[in-house]
Structure formats: structure tokens, C-alpha cells
């Protein structure tokens, strides 16, 4: 058995992570071309590679080698910070995502997991709110009244959709007792017992946080910061290069965190139906030890959420090819007189419920 | 006022509550583009798939040799009157003594030139013609070009290239002693 | 003191110095965003992941964009800047200098009694569940007259923002 130093077992979790999300992000690009063709009864890019499965490393080569441009009259620092900024905060927040149980190997026990600390919802949530400033930066320092505009859009309808989805958090965490990620997915299947994922408790709770994700990641129908028909192309009008890429690159991974959080707080996480039968059945039947046969389900559960996470990027993509955009007064109206009232409503019924003892 | 009676009297009726709830109309928007998501798809991939052509498809001209490989053209000119979009110009020569070979009839066109940027393809050139000389092609587009001098086609460009023992498209086979004089002829004609 | 603590404090002081000195008010605001992040790590260290988590979501996250926001807003350019008479700027110094004092003068003389000592140490002081109770069943009444407090601020919004009779926006 391989000696690991301390920390040293989350460090490769953490960098494959990193490569995981790196890699997703990339093809999303592809797999969004792609999946907008076919709704549109057209084939997507197929030139480059088998199936066009190289394109985004063509769009890699044509984003590194375009001009570098810096508008006049722009702040240089934050300009190039704003991107940074961007792709910093996107990355991060995945750390905190259960991406599996545990494997173990002899007595060492490795979880699937970067960081386990006991608010890993806070951080998300933090990070994903942190997530406006580089496209706020980046659009103030364009120093273009478009980029300016799509960056204020931006800004005030994080704010505003953060409010509903924190809301529709808590009946989540009311129920779970717990910030823990980890422990929310482990709630979520309990051995022996007939267990409900959570999205059977929280039916209304996941639509709120589902709109709310859409609106963080600034996603159509909810795309207005950078729209287009009204702004350019919002606040990133004057970027160019690999500098625009970073931009397009942080909101695929936004657009995959916000699947795995999902994933993770309605549908179970790494759990999937009849892992346990799957698991006393390879113990009694074909004589697999519990450590092995609990590390098949381990895999196949890492391998599971990957699905379900798939699943929702698809379903990003869907909706995108499928809804107009919203008026920026309509969005507004949305967030604040119909997602906040309902995300209040539904921790009051949740509230009631629990009292009554329907929910635990 | 009323100008037919098929107008249509739209009433502007206060919403539903599914309506307005929107999540209805969004699940069958989605439905929709589901649906097309495994519908037939309507691309032509190009360079490996070619969209067939039209049957009355009129392309690219070609002026005609007859059997023996001479040019059929006379330069009467009644395709460049005919020509809507003047598109045609010509310059007539006489044929020479030995010549015979190459031109069928005594006056030839010395130089033929069409525009392909005047040209509209309307094939009234090819419907002008006595002599069954211009023909658009039912399977050639005139293809893109950078410069705009390139889209004028001259003869070297237009007489129909002629391979003396290739089948024709008509399915006219030469016999042996045909297919010699012919490229006999081809060989001495100027490009 | 560990190096941590050292880093982070250099770095505190640095942002916040930079909050002040910084000649744009986009880069003190972003100074702003750094020292609560350095703040947020000091509470990491105290053990209080949840006050750090926070701090960030609700200083770092909500507050200074609404600050980006309205700074955003402001014509920034050198030339409207208002001259400030002499008299306003001895007024600021004299009473930020007071301001300095008093903290000093309350805070020099504290000991930090709760410093752990091992025996009591108690390590999930800091957590959520701890807050909650504490803030649910010792300082109920505060908690809630903070949130009357809000709800009045959140009420003087609305008013504010409603429209008058007669009154046409667009
Ligand atoms: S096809 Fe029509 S336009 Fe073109 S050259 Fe012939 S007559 Fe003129
Ligand atoms: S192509 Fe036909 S119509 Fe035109 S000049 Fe020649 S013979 Fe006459």
C-alpha cells in the first residue's frame, strides 16, 4: 500500500477535479454547437475529427491565436483581471462537490471528494455570489456603455435571483440539518429503508433553485448581461482572444457546477436506486468481499452523478435552444414578486411538514 | 371598415392560471424541440454529399463540337442579341484554307467571350442558337472566383473539351478512324 | 503567531490601507473585497467556518456588488471631482484621528481571555448548529430586534421607491 503524505490524496482529487471541469467546459463548447443543431434539424460542427470531436481544440487554436485587443481608454489591470477573475471563481467552487463515496483499500479509506467542511453549501454559495465580480470588472473596464450595461445587468440579477435561491436552500438544509454536502448525499439513501431523493420532498424548491441556477449562470432565457439584440455583446464587447475564451470557458463551468449542486442536493448525488441490494447480492452470491463490492458501488455511483450531471447540462442546452430571452422588466418581476414569495412559501410548507412529522 | 370577412375578430381573453404560470408552455416548447432533436436532418454535408441537381438545372455553357471535333459555333451573333443581360460578346473571323478540320462552318468565332457576372442563366442563349452550339450544362455551376476579370469566360474556357474515346454523355461512341482525325485536329488547334 | 496568521493580517492591513489610499474608487472598492477576504480567513483560523462562509457571501457577495454597483453609476473623471474646502478635510482628520483613539483606548487593555486552552477546548464552538443554538435561545431578543430593525429599513425602501399619485415614471 502506497504511503499518501497528509492531504496528499485530496490534492490528486483536487487537480483531477480541476482537469474534470477543465475538460467538461471544453466540451461543452462542442457539445452545445452540437446539441443547438440538432434542435434545429442541422448537424453541428462534424469537420474536425471523427463526429468533429476535435473542434474544440480547433477553437482552442483560433482563440490563442487571435489579436489581443484593449479597447482605449480601458483600465488595463482590470481588464485582463476581469477574465481571471472570472475563471478563478468558477473553479472553485467544484472543491466542495462529493463526487463520490469512499474507496478503500486495505484500511485506508479515500473519499471522492476535495475538501469536506461541515458548510460546503455556504461555499458554494459563496463563491457562485463571488462569481459577478469578474464579469463586472470585466465589463467596467472595457470602458464601452455596452460592456457597462450587460456588467450592471449582471450585477443586479445575481443579487436578485441569490435571494430566491438561498431561500429555496433552506428548506433543502431544514430538512437535511446539515451544510455538509456530503452528508446531505449520504441522507439522501439510507441502507435497508425505502428513501426518497430529495427532489420527492422538495418538488417546488428544486424549480426555484433550478430558475435561480439558470439566472446565476446567466444563461438564456436568462442571458441578459450579455444580450445580444440589445447590448453587443454585453460585458464582453470589447474582449477578444483567449481573454473572451476564459469568459465563455468560466460560464461552461458554471454551467457544470451548478449541475453537480444540483444533482447533489435533489437527486441523490452519488446515490443511484438499488445500490445496496446490488451490494449484499455481490456479497452473498458471487463471494466479493464488502470492501470490494462497496468500491464497485462507489465507482458506479461516481460514474452515476457524471450522468446526472450530463443530463442537466443537456438540459441547459435544451432550454437555451428552446426559450426567447426574457424582458430585463419581466426578470425582475420574476425574481422579486413571484421566485422570493413562492422560495418563502415553500419554507413555510416545508416548515409545517416537518412539524407534522410527513417529511424528516 | 370591413374590406373582406375573413378577418379574424380576436378577443383578448385574461389568462389562465397554467397560462400564466408559464412552466405549461415552457414544458411544451421543450417538447417541441425534443421532438426535432431526432428529426431528419436537413444539412448536406457538401464536398462528400452532393445535392442532385434539377433536371431543367442550366449551368455553366459550354460551346459544342460536333462529331468530328469541330467547333459549331458560326458567329451569327443571334445568341448575343437573344442574350437579355448582354452578356455575350463575339468577334467573327473567316476560315482559312485548312481549316476545315477545326471549324465546321466557314465564318467561326474567333474569339467568344461570355460575362458570368451578366449572365443570369436563363438559356436563351442556347434556345437562340442554329447551329446547336451553346449549351448550358445541366450539372456545372459557374464557379467563385477572386478576381472579376476570371468570371469572363472566354473560348479556351467554353469549347467543350473533347476526349475522342470517351463515351459522350448522348452515349456517341467514335469508331477508331473517327477518334484518330479527331485528335489529329485537336492537336493542331490553337487553345 | 502562526505564519498564516502573519500572511493574512500583512495582508489585511495592506488592502485595507490600500481602501484609503487607492485614487479610484473601482480599486478601493476591490480592496475592499480583498480585506473581507482576509478577514474571512482570520475567522477560519478562529475556528468559526460558518461567520467566515458568510462573511464572504453576504460582505464579499451581495454588499460591495451593490457598492460596484453605485460606484459604477458615478462619473468618475478627476475634473468633477468636487474640491473639498480646507475646513471639511481638518473636520475629517480631527474626527477620524478621535475615532482611532477611542478604539484604541477601549481595545489595549484586552486580554483574550477565550484563547484555547487545551484542556477546554472545545472545537465545534464555531459551528453552525452551536450559532444557532446560541443565537436561538441566548440572544433570541437581540436576533429578532435586528431583524425588526431590517424589516424597517426594507419598509423605508419600498416607500421611498413607490410611486406618488401623479407621479409618472415612464
Ligand atoms: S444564359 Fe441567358 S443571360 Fe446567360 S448568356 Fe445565355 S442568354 Fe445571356
Ligand atoms: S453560339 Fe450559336 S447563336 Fe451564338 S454565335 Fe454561335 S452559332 Fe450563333
Redesign the pocket.
Same mark, same amino acid.
Given at each position: 500500500m502506497i504511503e499518501l503524505p497528509a492531504l496528499g490524496w485530496q490534492s490528486i482529487v483536487i487537480f483531477v477535479v480541476f482537469a474534470l471541469s477543465l475538460l467538461i467546459a471544453t466540451y461543452c463548447t462542442y457539445a452545445e454547437r452540437v446539441i443547438a443543431a440538432f434542435l434545429q434539424d442541422r448537424v453541428g460542427p462534424d469537420r474536425a475529427g471523427p463526429f468533429g470531436l476535435l473542434q474544440p481544440l480547433a477553437d482552442a487554436v483560433k482563440m490563442f491565436t487571435k489579436e489581443e485587443f484593449f479597447p482605449g481608454g480601458a483600465n488595463k489591470a482590470l481588464f485582463i483581471f476581469g477574465p481571471c477573475l472570472a475563471m478563478i471563481t468558477a473553479l472553485m467552487s467544484s472543491a466542495v462537490i462529493p463526487f463520490g463515496n469512499n474507496l478503500s483499500f486495505g484500511n485506508n479509506a479515500f473519499f471522492l471528494q476535495g475538501i469536506e467542511v461541515n458548510v460546503g453549501m455556504l461555499w458554494v454559495f459563496g463563491v457562485v455570489s463571488l462569481g459577478v465580480y469578474g464579469v463586472m470588472i470585466g465589463g467596467w473596464a472595457s470602458n464601452n456603455k455596452f460592456s457597462l450595461l450587460g456588467a450592471i445587468r449582471a450585477a443586479s440579477q445575481n443579487i436578485s435571483y441569490e435571494l430566491a435561491m438561498g431561500m429555496s436552500l433552506i428548506a433543502v438544509l431544514m430538512i437535511s440539518e446539515t451544510l455538509s454536502l456530503r452528508t446531505i448525499t449520504l441522507q439522501q439513501s439510507v441502507a435497508g429503508e425505502w428513501h426518497f431523493w430529495n427532489i420527492v420532498k422538495q418538488p417546488l424548491g428544486f424549480i426555484i433553485f433550478c430558475v435561480c441556477a439558470f439566472a446565476e449562470t446567466n444563461r438564456t432565457p436568462f442571458d441578459l448581461p450579455e444580450c445580444e439584440t440589445e447590448l453587443v455583446g454585453g460585458y464582453h464587447t470589447e474582449y477578444s482572444s483567449m481573454k473572451l475564451g476564459l469568459y465563455l470557458f468560466a460560464e461552461y463551468i458554471n454551467i457544470f457546477v451548478a449541475s453537480a449542486v444540483m444533482s447533489v442536493l435533489y437527486f441523490g448525488g452519488f446515490n443511484f436506486p438499488f445500490q445496496y441490494e446490488l451490494r449484499s447480492w455481490l456479497v452473498e452470491n458471487h463471494d466479493w468481499t464488502l470492501a470490494a463490492a462497496q468500491n464497485l458501488i462507489t465507482v458506479l455511483g461516481t460514474v452515476g452523478l457524471f450522468l446526472k450531471i450530463f443530463a442537466f447540462i443537456f438540459f441547459f442546452m435544451w432550454v437555451r435552444w428552446t426559450l426567447p430571452r426574457f424582458r430585463y422588466d419581466q426578470l425582475m418581476r420574476l425574481g422579486w414578486t413571484i421566485l422570493i414569495p413562492l422560495a418563502v412559501v415553500n419554507i413555510l410548507i416545508t416548515g409545517g411538514l416537518i412539524l407534522l412529522g410527513v417529511i424528516k | 371598415m370591413q374590406l373582406t370577412n375573413r378577418a379574424k375578430k380576436l378577443e383578448k381573453k385574461p389568462m389562465t392560471l397554467a397560462e400564466r404560470a408559464y412552466l405549461p408552455a415552457i414544458f411544451q416548447g421543450l417538447s417541441i424541440t425534443m421532438r426535432h432533436f431526432f428529426m431528419k436532418k436537413a444539412t448536406v454535408r457538401y464536398p462528400e454529399e452532393v445535392r442532385p441537381f434539377s433536371p431543367i438545372f442550366r449551368g455553366l455553357h459550354v460551346l459544342k463540337r460536333d462529331e468530328q471535333g469541330r467547333e459549331r459555333c458560326t458567329a451569327c451573333g443571334l &445568341?448575343a442579341v *437573344?442574350?437579355? *443581360?448582354e *452578356? %455575350?460578346t463575339m468577334v467573327a473571323g473567316e476560315r482559312k484554307k485548312g481549316e476545315e478540320s477545326l471549324y465546321r462552318e466557314e465564318k467561326y468565332a474567333i474569339s467568344y467571350e %461570355?460575362n458570368m457576372l451578366r &449572365? %443570369?442563366? &436563363?438559356? #436563351? &442563349?442556347e434556345e437562340a442558337c442554329p447551329k446547336a452550339a451553346v449549351y #448550358?450544362q445541366a450539372d456545372k455551376i459557374a464557379p467563385p472566383r477572386y478576381e472579376r476579370d476570371e468570371f469572363i469566360y472566354g473560348k479556351d474556357r467554353l469549347v467543350e473539351p473533347v476526349s475522342p474515346d470517351a463515351r459522350s454523355i448522348r452515349g456517341i461512341q467514335l469508331t477508331p478512324e473517327q477518334a484518330d482525325s479527331l485528335r489529329s485536329n485537336l492537336a493542331q488547334q490553337p487553345v | 503567531m502562526s505564519p498564516i496568521f502573519l500572511f493574512l493580517a500583512f495582508v489585511a492591513l495592506l488592502s485595507a490601507l490600500g481602501v484609503v489610499f487607492a485614487k479610484n474608487p473601482v480599486h478601493s472598492v476591490l480592496f475592499l473585497i480583498l480585506t473581507f477576504f482576509a478577514l474571512s480567513g482570520h475567522y477560519l483560523l478562529l475556528n468559526a467556518q460558518f461567520l467566515a462562509a458568510v462573511n464572504i457571501i453576504v460582505y464579499a457577495g451581495a454588499i460591495m456588488v451593490l457598492f460596484l454597483f453605485v460606484i459604477m453609476f458615478l462619473n468618475l473623471n478627476v475634473d468633477t471631482e468636487p474640491h473639498k474646502p480646507a475646513l471639511a478635510k481638518i473636520a475629517a482628520a480631527v474626527a477620524g484621528g478621535s475615532l482611532l483613539l477611542i478604539l484604541v483606548a477601549a481595545l489595549k487593555d484586552i486580554a483574550p481571555t477565550g484563547a484555547p486552552q487545551d484542556a477546554t477546548f472545545d472545537s465545534q464552538i464555531g459551528m453552525v448548529d452551536r450559532l444557532g443554538l446560541v443565537l436561538y435561545q441566548d440572544y433570541l431578543l437581540p436576533f429578532e430586534l435586528a431583524s425588526v430593525l431590517f424589516l424597517v429599513a426594507m419598509v423605508g425602501a419600498v416607500m421611498l421607491g413607490k410611486r406618488e399619485a401623479g407621479e409618472r415614471n415612464f
Open positions: - | &445568341c *437573344a442574350c437579355p *443581360a *452578356a %455575350i %461570355i &449572365c %443570369i442563366f &436563363c438559356g #436563351l &442563349c #448550358l | -
